[in-house]
């Protein structure tokens, strides 16, 4: 089997985690907004609402057990770990997805060129997904073009990307979100990356 074969298949077959999270995303920014919780207080928190989010719509979905949903678990590039990891193919490939809670610039530069290595590594698909305060502007002091993340996403979120081929490789959304208990609402970025 070529490698290109070799490759499509393994997008076909991760593209579902690839939608899960994206779906997990959304679910999270409405209850947000609904005020089912409070702001993740940390990284840590915000890592465990959306594994909760993954693993509920995996369910609903009736996928395969035992899930294919890891924390920190699945080493990319050595020494480094996804924060979440969806499926796992036996070639190692997955989706990877990096979690910001209120990041530097920098901070968030430094995830998306990291993310960036991950799916020319091992991942098949990335996702970036960040919240902060609004006070920081993040959107209008981030040129994400400059990372080479060109499609920018409105409401409602697609899965946009060419998984045949040919189109972008990557998106980006932004999005304000109120927290009822929140003084000011949440900016927030979501990045996704088909190698």
């Known amino acids: 089997m070529s490698e290109g074969m070799k490759e499509r298949d393994a997008q076909r077959i991760l593209r579902k985690y690839f939608l899960v999270f994206q779906s997990a995303w959304q679910d999270f920014l409405k209850a947000s907004e ?30 395969e057990k ?19 990891a969806l499926g796992w193919l036996e070639d190692g490939k997955f989706v990877a997805i990096e979690l910001k809670h209120f990041p530097s610039l920098e901070g968030i530069k430094a995830d998306i060129k990291r993310l960036q290595e991950f799916v020319k590594s091992r991942a098949v698909f990335g996702f970036f997904a960040m919240i902060g305060n609004s006070k920081f502007e993040y959107k209008k002091n981030l ?53």
């Open 34 to 63: 609904k005020g089912e919780f409070f702001v993740p207080f940390n990284e840590e928190e915000l890592r465990c609402f959306l594994f909760a989010k993954c693993l509920e719509i995996m369910r609903q979905k009736k996928f």
């Open 66 to 84: 035992p899930y294919e949903i890891f924390a920190e678990d699945k080493e990319i590039i050595k020494g480094t770990r996804a924060d979440i």
């Open 143 to 195: 040129n994400l073009k400059d990372l080479g993340i060109k499609l920018e996403l409105s409401e409602p979120l697609e899965a946009t990307l060419d998984f045949n081929g040919e189109g972008e490789k990557s998106f980006y959304q932004w999005k304000l979100v109120k927290f009822p208990a929140a003084q000011r609402p949440l900016e927030t970025l979501l990045v996704g990356i088909l190698r």
